[in-house]
């Protein structure tokens, strides 16, 4: 018991640095200004939040941004969720991590939320899992689901966060397993045992619908002819939008698309973008390494060698996450375990990572 009590207590340190907010933002929402509502956050918070982190999709995280005003604000239907919206868009350009990142901002915490894997959803009778086992089946007495009450319904003065990730993926019973939920807000299990309430929920989808139609509407964007003659911006967006429109309503039926309220098309991962994804990997690996008291700095030419190494628009920042854990943590885990003096008592040790010899090899940083 105290060898397994010792390992969560490690594993759960391992995860504060990924998934807990650098700054003490619970305190930080107390103090809000503005109207009073019965949600107490300051919008100015999460914005920072959500745009140092989330790079090349401005439009989607201005929308977020809009739907969190009128949350602040209370005026959206008490008797519906909060907000229903859609993220649409190709692998890797950051719609599951847009959701993580607005619950660390909002809770402190990026595993703040309910999730739903719909991949693991795929055939008829997974549909129970959602909604409960119906009547004179084994659980139904329980009302037992998938679902987390308590993180549906968030804390006080703050929303809860529901994300379906992948819904395409589910199988359409599933998928209609949800029109209740965002239509009133309210699942009841097939039991009728239990009620599970969403009205003080944000909830998110996530999707790859459309992706290779939305990649080749972006190559053409970047064709010569459109350099000449390029779309104006909201032009562009309608383009994007009638394909995610079409690509929806060919998979879900039209009574589940019409209960959405917002669609937003996420695009795909550009070259202009690539270094500032390379150095949030970076702010995300140096929080990994607080535990032995150091931290690494990249030369320019590391930061290049790795983009060019680890770019790939089909496959976006995934690809790229995979070309850090591949050139740089990998010699890195080498030098610690292998040439690092031990972890500090005092400050932390600076490694300077350099390109030497067809690969990165690291230096000390001399203390100032």
Known sequence: ??????????????????????????????????????????????????????????????????????V?????????????????????VGKTELVRTLARALHGDADALCRI?????????????????????????EGKTILDQDKIEGSHGKPGIVLFDELEKASPEVVLALLNIFDNGILTVASGERTYSFRNAIIFMTSNLGAEKLRAEA?????????????????????????????????????FVNRIDHVEVFNWIEPEVVH???????EKLNR????????????????????????????G????????????EVPLAKFLVDDFPGNASTGSRGLFAILRGGGVTFEPIDPV
């Open 1 to 70: 018991m105290l060898e397994e009590t010792e390992r969560r207590r490690q594993e759960s340190r391992a995860l504060e640095g990924e998934n807990l907010a650098s700054d003490d933002v619970l305190s930080a929402h107390l103090s809000t200004q503005g109207i009073e509502s019965r949600y107490r956050f300051d919008i100015d918070i999460i914005s920072r939040h959500l745009k140092s982190q989330i790079v090349g999709q401005d439009a989607a995280v201005e929308s977020v941004i809009n739907m969190l005003r009128i």
């Open 72 to 92: 602040r604000a209370d005026i959206a239907d008490p008797r519906k969720p909060l907000y229903s919206g859609l993220l649409l868009g190709p692998t890797g």
């Open 117 to 141: 894997d719909m991949n693991t959803l795929s055939q008829e009778h997974y549909a129970a899992a959602i909604t409960g086992a119906p009547p004179g089946y084994v659980g139904s007495k």
């Open 219 to 255: 190559e053409a964007a970047t064709g010569l002819w459109r350099r000449w003659n390029p779309l104006s911006e909201k032009v562009r967006r309608d383009r994007l939008e009638a394909i995610a429109q079409k690509a929806l309503l060919g998979k879900f039926p039209p009574e």
């Open 276 to 282: 500032q994804l390379v150095g949030l990997e970076l």
């Open 288 to 315: 990994r390494l607080l535990k032995h008291h150091c931290y690494v700095e990249l030369s320019e030419p590391v930061v290049q060698w790795i983009v060019d190494k680890g770019f790939d628009r089909q496959f």
């Open 317 to 328: 920042a995934r690809s790229l996450r995979r070309a850090v854990r591949r050139y740089l």
